[in-house]
């Protein structure tokens, strides 16, 4: 499990460091790191380090200094360093010095034509909202690979929000802490490099599982464990003008490796037929006993559906509200505030904004942790990171490394994933955010043609909700396996 840090936790975690070692010597540390994953792209990317050119965008703060101690760095192993400073006037004065020292040059203006990298230490964790002239400037010259210091200057350390012009980075090089940005802006950070200097924190806010969290965590059949006892998920899903949100959910709750799953709805032989596996009633009375239920995808939004989506709720047991239960919830929420059963919500962001009279916005883990606290919810925000929170405990990210994901009927299989989940005993947040992870890879595995791909990086072809659904027990079983 990995943990994200806000600014201000990382000034914390490094202040005690900083009141007991000389000047500089973090700053020195972070410049080493820069410096020796500078070198490594540069012998990836062209072959070798002696006698490659390597370009630095200066700003006023420490990130500023940190590029010119690493160029520093990078000039005695024989590489050209050419620093171009927003501000000449404000640049790292010791920095600037060591650069010097080294045979480096300072330019003004550009940087030339033919560097093979360039490092970006413009603006550090404290810095707000988009490039301004002349940085914006320097940046959109930049043809060349570019690795950011701490982050991509532009993109907010807190929330990964983009206001302007920004960097986007191919590798980003961090210190001793992973920062909120490196898992909301993946796509702006590239890789992330983490360079150990000496500080720790406690408990993040923000944390990501990792494939073998995942794994150790699914719900795996034990010796005496039968269908009842792994776990029965009950689904509300479809309608006539919606008939293949039934057949998505419940092949997603089937494809987790449910005990069972119960389907209640008017797609019985349709269900039935995708799936014969599936114990499909006409109605939520007639279902039978179930642990957990999914209620929501394509149920539609007339009064009948609001009288299913009052039934599940009125249970005592985990629901998982999707789709069109969201827009039916927005007409009532008390309907999910008044429960003392856990519940969760999984929107998008408009469907967020049904529910709370506004989008997100640029904060989407303090949005999603108070809809949480609001409505005495679990909260899953779709979106390429995805954010879950109880708005109690920390937050969980996922980054899907791409938009696979984003397909009609995708969220239908992930409410499928949650419900199968839930309904073995997880709680609503650990259930969340393992679908989120399973789902995520499921996709990039049906984009690369099945598991053969699954070490093989990010997908790279369009994908449909049924190829994602079959890829989720491949998903599942890669998971375990890790």
Request: overall charge negative.
């Amino acid at each position: 499990m990995r943990g994200y840090y806000t600014a201000a936790e990382v000034r914390d975690a490094e202040a005690p460091q900083l009141a007991v070692l000389p000047e500089g010597t973090l700053m020195r540390r972070a410049a080493y790191g820069v410096a020796r994953v500078v070198a490594d792209e540069l012998r990836s990317r062209t072959g070798g380090v002696v006698g490659r050119s390597v370009g630095l965008l200066v700003g006023t703060g420490d990130n500023g200094g940190d590029a010119l101690w690493a160029g520093a760095l990078l000039r005695r192993r024989g590489v050209v360093v050419t620093a171009c400073p927003v501000d000449p006037e404000r640049m790292h004065a010791a920095g600037a010095a060591a650069l010097r020292r080294a045979g480096g040059r300072i330019a003004s203006g550009a940087l030339p034509d033919d560097v093979d990298l360039v490092i970006d230490g413009i603006l550090g964790i404290s810095g707000k909202g988009g490039l301004r002239r002349p940085a914006a400037a320097l940046v959109e010259q930049v043809s060349a690979p570019i690795v950011a210091v701490d982050l991509p200057s532009g993109v907010d350390c807190d929330t990964g929000a983009v206001d302007g012009a920004a960097v986007r980075a191919d590798v980003t090089v961090t210190f001793g802490l992973l920062r909120r940005v490196h898992a909301l802006a993946a796509a702006m950070c590239g890789r992330v490099e983490l360079v150990p200097i000496g500080i720790e924190s406690g408990d993040a806010g923000l944390v990501q599982l990792d494939a073998a969290d995942v794994g150790q965590m699914w719900p795996v059949p034990g010796a005496h464990d039968d269908k009842y006892t792994q776990g029965v998920v009950g689904v509300v899903a479809g309608s006539p003008g919606y008939p293949g949100a039934g057949i998505l959910c419940t092949s997603g709750a089937v494809a987790a490796t449910s005990g069972m799953v119960r389907y209640a709805g008017p797609d019985t032989a349709a269900i039935v037929g995708h799936r014969p596996e599936i114990v499909a009633a006409p109605d939520i009375a007639s279902t039978g006993r179930v642990q957990a239920w999914v209620i929501g995808p394509g149920i539609g939004t007339d009064d009948d559906a609001l009288e299913r989506v009052r039934a599940v709720l009125a249970t005592d047991l985990p629901v998982v509200v999707d789709a069109d239960g969201l827009t039916l919830l927005a007409r009532e929420p008390d309907l999910v505030r008044a429960r003392s059963a856990p519940t969760l919500l999984t929107p998008h962001d408009r469907e967020f904004a049904r529910l709370t009279g506004a989008e997100p916005g640029a904060d989407r883990v303090g949005a999603v942790a108070g809809l949480a606290r609001a409505w005495s919810a679990t909260v899953l925000l779709k979106g390429r990171a995805t954010i879950v929170s109880d708005g109690v405990g920390a937050a969980f990210v996922n980054d899907a490394g791409g938009s696979w994901p984003s397909t009609a009927g995708s969220g239908d299989v992930l409410s499928g994933i949650v419900g199968a989940l839930a309904a073995s005993g997880l709680a609503l947040p650990w259930a969340a955010a393992l679908a989120a992870r399973a789902h995520a890879l499921a996709a990039n595995l049906a984009a690369r043609g099945g598991a053969a791909g699954a070490s093989g990086g990010f997908g790279t072809a369009p994908i449909g909700a049924s190829m994602l659904l079959d890829a989720v027990s491949d998903a599942v079983r890669v998971l375990r396996v890790r």
